[in-house]
């Protein structure tokens, strides 16, 4: 890959993205389902790529770009540090980990025992590791998928790598548009806490298009741009912490200490260091926190164009049964991930941070973020900065990822059942014994948390 064909990549991916913005300021039915601009010109890319129509140019590393531009929202969220009250934090913080942990396992137990019981009656002679292929494709994600399908490719079963792929394909899809329908009941029953019946949203919001009286300022100015223009000073310090993150990962920690570390969970460190050693400085008086996120927001249109366009549509048709029941199985896990674990560990502003969890256990972050976006633009929420400082679980999961499919290989699965279900229960049993359970609390009105 040249430098030109990462200018390529994102010269069509910018092409598609004013398609798509177009299209939601001028089609109703891309405004009554809230799509965001790079979602649309996510399907156009996909459409037109080398999957269907094959009409576009992009490169072999196109599919790589979304990893990258997490790490840079990631940085951003560090950077930008914490402000106003402090209150009620460690309860929230609580409940939302636990509720992390509750949504990750329950996929491994109810989709690994529907495989030893339902599909087992399907299909007698299907692999054992079956049953993890639906976990890692909703919860994992594409790049997951392709991990634990090559992980069982090596011992000895050659289709899980497709079959993995084809659960992450449809994990995305229902994120997508289960998360859209999750977010059009939500606004007409009043769950949402920043954006109301769809009735009654300004038509900039549902255009896309602000009018003049409406706009504000993007950000101000901090230094002289007959030194350094300010975008540049501040893309400056988010690519230095991004940067920094990634290569102190890949060329330290991966080295020296751990393997598998996420990258954007070092880069969220570093940036959080940095505001933590600099926030009463100086030098942290030039740092506007809004032009920061509006090149997170980018990143994240971006972020959201390609995961969206370089989705794999491979489907197995020989596996046709054990997938829709698997497929159903997770449909269960994901509704539970909203009603009842969302509303119950989650209380201000829960349906937004339900739905951010919604979107990344059926694929990825990206299909998180996008939904987050639309039902809380401003991360009000504090949703990302939760997901942030409860980056625990991504260690948790290189560890299974690697662990569980040679344990069910070897004829382990109920034991991974067991051992997935009480990690579910136990993380309900911390969040209620530490008063994060708000399981009585009506859906409607909890209000936000800022």
Same mark, same amino acid.
């Given at each position: 890959?040249?430098?030109?064909?990462?200018?390529?990549?994102?010269?069509?991916?910018?092409?598609?993205?004013?398609?798509?913005?177009?299209?939601?300021?001028? #089609?109703?039915?891309?405004?009554?389902?809230?799509?965001? *601009?790079?979602?649309?010109?996510?399907?156009?890319?996909?459409?037109?790529?080398?999957?269907?129509?094959?009409?576009?140019?992009?490169?072999?590393? *196109?599919?790589?770009? %979304?990893? !990258?531009?997490?790490?840079? #929202?990631?940085?951003?969220?560090?950077?930008?540090?914490?402000?106003?009250?402090?209150?009620?934090?460690?309860?929230?913080?609580?409940?939302?980990?636990?509720?992390?942990?509750?949504?990750?396992?329950?996929?491994? %137990?109810?989709?690994?025992?529907?495989?030893?019981?339902?599909?087992?009656?399907?299909?007698?002679?299907?692999?054992?590791?079956?049953?993890?292929?639906?976990?890692?494709?909703?919860?994992?994600?594409?790049?997951? *998928?392709?991990?634990?399908?090559?992980?069982?490719?090596?011992?000895?079963?050659?289709?899980?790598?497709?079959?993995?792929?084809?659960?992450?394909?449809?994990?995305?899809?229902?994120?997508?548009?289960?998360?859209?329908?999750?977010?059009?009941?939500?606004?007409?029953?009043?769950?949402?806490?920043?954006?109301?019946?769809?009735?009654?949203?300004?038509?900039?919001?549902?255009?896309?298009?602000?009018?003049?009286?409406?706009?504000?300022?993007?950000?101000?100015?901090?230094?002289?741009?007959?030194?350094?223009?300010?975008?540049?000073?501040?893309?400056?310090?988010?690519?230095?912490?991004?940067?920094?993150?990634?290569?102190?990962?890949?060329?330290?920690?991966?080295?020296?200490?751990?393997?598998?570390?996420?990258?954007?969970?070092?880069?969220?460190?570093?940036?959080?260091?940095?505001?933590?050693?600099?926030?009463?400085?100086?030098?942290?008086?030039?740092?506007?926190?809004?032009?920061?996120?509006?090149?997170?927001?980018?990143?994240?249109?971006?972020?959201?164009?390609?995961?969206? *366009?370089?989705?794999?549509?491979?489907?197995?048709?020989?596996? %046709?049964?054990?997938?829709?029941?698997?497929?159903?199985?997770?449909?269960?896990?994901?509704?539970?991930?909203?009603?009842?674990?969302?509303?119950?560990?989650?209380?201000?502003?829960?349906?937004?941070?339900? #739905?951010?969890?919604?979107?990344?256990?059926?694929?990825?972050?990206?299909?998180?973020? !996008?939904?987050?976006?639309?039902?809380?633009?401003?991360?009000?929420?504090?949703?990302?900065?939760?997901?942030?400082?409860?980056?625990?679980?991504?260690?948790?999961?290189?560890?299974?990822?690697?662990?569980?499919?040679?344990?069910?290989?070897?004829?382990?699965?109920?034991?991974?059942?067991?051992?997935?279900?009480?990690?579910?229960?136990?993380? #309900?049993?911390?969040?209620?014994?530490?008063?994060?359970?708000?399981?009585?609390?009506?859906?409607?009105?909890?209000?936000?948390?800022?």
């Amino acid at each position: 890959m040249t430098v030109y064909d990462l200018l390529t990549d994102f010269t069509i991916a910018s092409a598609l993205i004013l398609v798509g913005q177009l299209l939601r300021a001028k #089609i109703k039915f891309f405004q009554e389902f809230f799509m965001p *601009a790079s979602m649309i010109a996510g399907f156009l890319g996909l459409l037109l790529g080398k999957q269907f129509l094959n009409v576009l140019p992009f490169s072999g590393s *196109a599919g790589s770009y %979304a990893g !990258v531009l997490i790490i840079i #929202i990631f940085g951003v969220v560090g950077l930008n540090g914490f402000s106003g009250s402090m209150k009620g934090m460690g309860k929230r913080l609580i409940g939302f980990t636990m509720y992390r942990n509750v949504i990750f396992f329950i996929q491994f %137990a109810l989709g690994i025992a529907a495989c030893l019981t339902l599909v087992k009656l399907a299909a007698p002679e299907i692999n054992p590791g079956f049953g993890i292929l639906m976990a890692s494709g909703f919860t994992g994600g594409h790049g997951t *998928a392709a991990a634990v399908g090559k992980t069982l490719g090596d011992l000895g079963w050659a289709e899980a790598s497709d079959l993995a792929m084809t659960f992450a394909t449809v994990g995305i899809l229902t994120g997508i548009f289960g998360g859209l329908a999750f977010i059009k009941v939500a606004t007409k029953r009043g769950w949402t806490a920043y954006v109301k019946d769809f009735k009654y949203i300004s038509g900039d919001m549902k255009t896309g298009m602000i009018e003049k009286k409406n706009r504000v300022s993007m950000g101000e100015e901090t230094t002289s741009s007959v030194s350094l223009e300010s975008l540049a000073f501040h893309l400056c310090l988010v690519l230095l912490i991004s940067g920094g993150g990634y290569l102190l990962n890949s060329k330290v920690i991966a080295v020296y200490l751990v393997k598998g570390a996420p990258d954007f969970t070092v880069a969220f460190i570093v940036g959080l260091i940095f505001f933590l050693l600099f926030k009463k400085t100086p030098l942290y008086d030039y740092i506007d926190k809004d032009v920061n996120s509006r090149i997170s927001g980018a990143a994240t249109d971006y972020l959201v164009f390609f995961g969206v *366009a370089m989705i794999n549509v491979s489907v197995i048709i020989e596996y %046709a049964i054990p997938l829709i029941i698997e497929i159903l199985v997770g449909f269960v896990c994901v509704f539970l991930t909203m009603i009842p674990l969302g509303s119950s560990m989650n209380n201000k502003s829960w349906f937004e941070r339900a #739905i951010f969890c919604f979107g990344y256990c059926t694929g990825v972050f990206a299909i998180g973020f !996008v939904l987050l976006r639309i039902v809380d633009p401003e991360n009000k929420s504090c949703t990302v900065d939760d997901i942030a400082l409860s980056p625990w679980l991504n260690f948790v999961e290189i560890v299974v990822w690697s662990l569980f499919p040679t344990m069910l290989v070897a004829g382990q699965g109920w034991t991974v059942v067991g051992i997935s279900a009480a990690v579910a229960v136990a993380s #309900i049993a911390v969040a209620m014994l530490c008063k994060a359970w708000w399981g009585k609390e009506p859906l409607a009105g909890r209000g936000s948390e800022t």
